[in-house]
């Protein structure tokens, strides 16, 4: 399970993106800094995300990335 904790840098995953289609988009350069996160039921998690652009606040942690060199974020 992810974790994401206030102050992290955050991006939507490149996995969330190529499944709905959204690789080359606005949603792709997207970034931001959480603000919070709350636990609505088990297994699901959303974080409250101060984004650099207009994108929705409420993003359920399963379609997050760190920002930087890892497997979510990127395919390096």
Known sequence: MKTFKE??????SVQFLASIGMSHSD???ARGIVESTKTLVENC???YIAW???MPKRVNIANLAHVG???R???C
């Open 7 to 12: 102050g992290d840098r955050v991006a939507y």
């Open 27 to 29: 949603m792709a350069h």
């Open 45 to 47: 998690t959303l974080a």
């Open 52 to 54: 650099n652009c207009d």
């Open 69 to 71: 060199p890892n497997r």
């Open 73 to 75: 974020f990127c395919n």
